[in-house]
Every structure is written in structure tokens, then in C-alpha cells.
Nanobody, 128 residues
């Protein structure tokens, strides 16, 4: 059974950095689109960044481009999100998601992935 376990959140001051990890199990065959999402209180869940497992193509929301970096360690089946220059508006619960996908589908729909169960997520709080 496929499972995603997120870790690495915490509290940090504006301008600080955090790295999130998402350990994936059960994703062993074919190519996948993997992504980070976040949801702040009172707001809808939004796609932050995505990556295609087959070639490493990456996609970013405009709000995080240049500050966040997504990466995938296929050997460890672990997805990472390096967050730099954090801002108070980055405060949210962060989730990871994955689905079997082609490169094209990932490129056009990474931010619209929906999961039946988003899991526990990890809280990121940016505050002075």
C-alpha cells in the first residue's frame, strides 16, 4: 500500500530556512508526479512545487520560485523541499502528494493533484 510520511516542519524566523522530507513507500513502478502542497488556516490547499520522477523536471508556484527547491532521491524514495528566505505568508501545514504520471500530465496538472487522504502533514510556522 502506498504511503507518504512527511517530516521536518517547525518554527523559524522570517528569512530562515527549513527542509521538509517526504518518505514514500509503495511507489516502485513507472514514473510519478510528486508535489508539495500547503494549506494555511482559512485558505484552500495550494500547490507549492512539483517534480517528475522520470527526469527531474520541476515546477514552482510563483510565490515560492527562487526561494524553494524540490528534489527527489530515487534511491531513498524520499522527496525533499528546501525552503529558504521564509516569509510569514509561508506559514501553513505542508503535505506531499504523488501519483503515477507522464511528463506531460505532470507538467500541466501537478498543482491540481488530489488525494483521498492527505496524511498528517507537517506544520511550518514563520514568525518573529
Amino acid at each position: 500500500q502506498a504511503q507518504l510520511v512527511v517530516s521536518g516542519g517547525g518554527s523559524v524566523q522570517p528569512g530562515g530556512s527549513l527542509r521538509l522530507s517526504c518518505a514514500a513507500s509503495g511507489y516502485n513502478y513507472g514514473t510519478y508526479c510528486m508535489a508539495w502542497f500547503r494549506q494555511a488556516p482559512g485558505k484552500e490547499r495550494e500547490g507549492v512545487t512539483g517534480i517528475f520522477s522520470g527526469g527531474g523536471d520541476t515546477y514552482y508556484a510563483a510565490s515560492v520560485k527562487g526561494r524553494f527547491a524540490i528534489s527527489l532521491d530515487n534511491a531513498r524514495n524520499t522527496l525533499y523541499l528546501q525552503m529558504n528566505s521564509l516569509k510569514p505568508e509561508d506559514t501553513a501545514m505542508y503535505y506531499c502528494a504523488a501519483k503515477p504520471s507522464s511528463l506531460y500530465d505532470c507538467s500541466v496538472s501537478w498543482s491540481r493533484m488530489r488525494l483521498p487522504d492527505w496524511g498528517q502533514g507537517t506544520q511550518v510556522t514563520v514568525s518573529s
